[in-house]
């Protein structure tokens, strides 16, 4: 006779053992059709699974996060199954969910085609039309390991074989079709919907190591229900429309070529916002007080094995030997070489705190396969600041530096930012009382500052707690970007300290802030944000000056020299062509702002100014033109 606790504070006791499904469907028939799934004491049950002893149960309905991610993964084991219908010799592996999806990796000789998404997905939805039910079993660890190899399945009997001998598992059957899950799962296909899409093949190791088998991994995307299914695909096409790579070459910012795989080759159109990025954020960080430095990018191993990078990070270090024995490592963050400069000379506390900056090269081994354009590379360039501190500023300067970042997110375009607080996780470093100071200080900044947040529990760094700033882009992706993190750690390890009003040295807190983070990454997700029509201050090209008639080339050379010695980027197109193919051809390259000048124009000293997305045009004196967009950009600044 179990008593059943609801999220609401009721209790409903039951005669005998219940389900999930049975809950739902006593509560109301709206709750029971979203019912997927049941979590019972905390943990995720399927719907028909017993409860046979007093409980706290929640209903998880279908348009719920965990809700989705259930379908998710059901929609993996259809998937599975219609590959195995369609070809029986076909081995299953592995077919998690994850972010927007799914996928199923499988071994095949013959490679999946486009053509064969389709006719996969077509039999997928007779699957879900066939209403199969989906049943729990729990086998024993070598019987579920011989059944497999009986079934031709050597992949999925590896797995099972890689699992103690003295656990049990569960499977789950639907149909003809049986895999090893934990689950939980549907209570049947049908209740999977149709709101699915096959989206890509691409290869994958199996297990993730290079040295194994290549399978062929299907991707797909399932949702709750068709709107958000139509609305998800329309962002593939809008990002596929805004890829920066894409973008890169119309508007010649850079490119990437074999001989250096994950890193820029900067065009100077590319080069010019590169260095605006730079010149905005240098400006904002010295109006913070901010001190910007320089460091090595080559520095001793020794010194990454006493901060604990090596240890953290040495697979993805690239180090080399000198003739003379010396192991040397290039840099694939900043924070050593800023505690070396801190360390220089003696610091009193009347001192803190003190704010260094470096827009520092670093270097990260990213597997190939991992490479992306700018949003991944192998060479990156870091808004770095760390901010050297008692524990008794932390609070302060955490206020200042969620402002700082919040004001340039805006500057760009970014109004809405998520922020996590992501406290200490299970294996770390300093006694618990700093780590409530840290932690509670964080809070503190996040609470005085009127900012909203949620929380993402033992997902701080080894050395302290740390806020992460997540960018929501104009066609709905996040972003994270920023991060700000007090490091209770380092310091200690590389020997600073200052002087503290006792007269003893002590040990200065270490809060490591980025803002852009990789100035990479985020000029790519700039480009991808604004789809290449970048605001007139941060532009390539600022203005382009079109002639009309070949009489007009002088006074259009003229206006070039005008527009570059009032600071703007310009450039002029004398070319024998229309006026109209000239405007269609700088417009795709997305220069905000043209000047079409012709005989009328050179008469007048006007200019015939169009701006990007506008097909109207104003005819304005130049000086009064240059004024405006001199204008424009200075207040931006």
């Known amino acids: 006779m179990p008593t059943i606790s609801l999220p609401d504070g009721s209790d409903r006791q039951f005669d005998n053992a219940t389900s999930g499904a049975e809950i739902a469907a006593s509560i109301g028939e709206g709750l029971a059709r979203a019912a997927v799934a049941v979590r019972v004491n905390g943990d995720l049950w399927d719907l028909t699974r017993q409860i046979d002893s007093d409980a706290a149960v929640e209903i998880v309905t279908r348009d719920s996060d965990v809700g989705i991610e259930l379908l998710r993964h059901d929609a993996a084991h259809v998937l599975a199954e219609a590959v195995k219908e369609l070809w029986p010799e076909t081995q299953v592996t592995i077919g998690p969910a994850i972010e927007h999806g799914f996928y199923y990796d499988f071994s095949r000789e013959e490679p999946f085609t486009e053509a064969d998404l389709e006719t996969i997905e077509k039999r997928m939805k007779e699957i879900v039309d066939r209403d199969e039910s989906i049943e729990r079993e729990v086998w024993e660890r070598d019987k579920a390991a011989a059944f497999f190899r009986s079934i031709g399945e050597e992949y999925k009997a590896e797995i099972i074989e890689s699992i103690p001998s003295e656990e049990d598992l569960t499977l789950y059957r639907q149909g003809e079709f049986i895999d090893l899950c934990r689950g939980p799962h549907l209570p049947s296909t049908g209740k999977l919907g149709k709101a699915f899409k096959l989206t890509h093949v691409s290869g994958a190791y199996w297990r993730g ?110 180090t080399s030997e000198t003739v003379d024995g010396r192991v040397y490592a290039v840099k694939p963050m900043n924070c050593p070489g800023h505690v070396q400069v801190f360390k220089q000379g003696i610091t009193s506390y009347r001192d803190l705190p003190v704010r260094l900056a470096e827009f520092g090269k670093c270097h990260r081994y990213e597997p190939s396969g991992a490479l992306h354009g700018m949003m991944r590379v192998r060479a990156f360039t870091q808004d770095d600041a760390h901010i050297f501190c008692t524990p008794e500023q932390i609070t302060d300067e955490s206020i200042d530096v969620c402002k700082l970042i919040l004001e340039i997110y805006r500057g760009f375009g970014f109004e809405d930012v998520r922020i996590k607080f992501a406290d200490r996780p299970e294996v770390r470093v300093g006694e618990d009382a700093i780590w409530d100071q840290a932690e509670q200080a964080l809070l503190k900044a996040l609470e005085v500052g009127g900012l909203e947040y949620t929380h993402n529990p033992g997902e701080g760094a080894f050395y302290g707690p740390k806020l992460e700033f997540v960018l929501r882009d104009a066609i709905g992706r996040d972003w994270q970007c920023g991060t700000l993190q007090v490091d209770l750690n380092m310091p200690g390890r590389l020997g600073a300290s200052y002087i503290g009003e006792d007269g003893n040295k002590h040990v200065p807190v270490m809060l490591h802030r980025a803002i852009f983070g990789s100035l990479e990454r985020f000029m790519g997700i700039l480009i991808e944000h604004h789809a290449g029509n970048l605001p007139l201050w941060l532009a390539p090209r600022q203005v382009e000056v079109l002639t009309i008639t070949s009489d007009a080339d002088e006074y259009a050379t003229e206006i070039v020299t005008a527009l570059r010695a009032a600071g703007l980027r310009a450039d002029c197109d004398l070319r024998n062509e229309k006026i109209a193919y000239k405007v269609r051809e700088h417009s795709v390259a997305k220069v905000p702002a043209l000047f079409a000048v012709g005989q009328r124009e050179l008469e007048n000293r006007t200019v015939a100014v169009r701006r990007l997305g506008s097909k109207k045009q104003q005819v304005l004196p130049l000086d009064e033109a240059i004024a405006a967009l001199t204008t424009e950009v200075d207040n931006h600044a």
Request: hydrophobic letters at 40%.
């Open 209 to 318: 190591d290079s040295n194994n088998e290549m399978l062929q991994r299907i991707y797909g995307t399932a949702w709750s229900n068709d709107k958000a299914l139509r609305k998800y695909l329309h962002m593939l096409e809008e990002a596929e429309k805004r890829d920066h790579r894409r973008l890169g070459r119309v508007m010649d910012l850079f490119h990437f070529q074999e001989e250096a795989p994950g890193a820029v080759f900067w065009h100077p159109n590319g080069w010019a916002v590169f260095q605006s990025l730079i010149g905005y954020m240098r400006q904002k960080q010295n109006e913070a007080g901010y001190r910007e430095i320089n460091t090595p990018e080559i520095m001793a191993k020794a010194l990454w094995e006493k901060s604990g990078h090596n240890a953290a990070f040495g697979d993805n270090m690239f």
